[in-house]
């Protein structure tokens, strides 16, 4: 058990309980479909029960789930503008 797990922080709905880390397990919509990751890292209050998710993992869960996971990018196209045209100038007469 390392030095993280050991600490609690006070709870911002309750204000009476205190925040420890738990792994718990997560649950999101993608679409249509549920999502469930277990052992997931959360802050969990010893009163109320408010979850805190661990924002490392959650970010890294994002990238997980990204529909272009996998996919190479696509690299932007450059637009590369010509001289514009003088309006207004006639062709110079021999």
Request: with cysteine.
């Amino acid at each position: 058990m390392n030095q993280s797990e050991n600490q609690t922080f006070s709870c911002g709905e309750c204000q009476a309980g205190h925040l420890r880390r738990a792994y718990v397990t997560y649950f999101t919509w993608l679409g249509d479909e549920l999502i469930t990751v277990p052992d997931f890292p959360a802050w969990v209050c010893d009163v109320c029960g408010r979850r805190e998710y661990d924002p490392h993992a959650l970010s890294q869960l994002n990238l997980l789930l990204n529909p272009n996971a996998g996919r190479p990018r696509q690299r932007n196209r450059k637009f590369t503008p010509t001289a514009p045209s003088k309006k207004g100038s006639r062709p110079s007469r021999p």
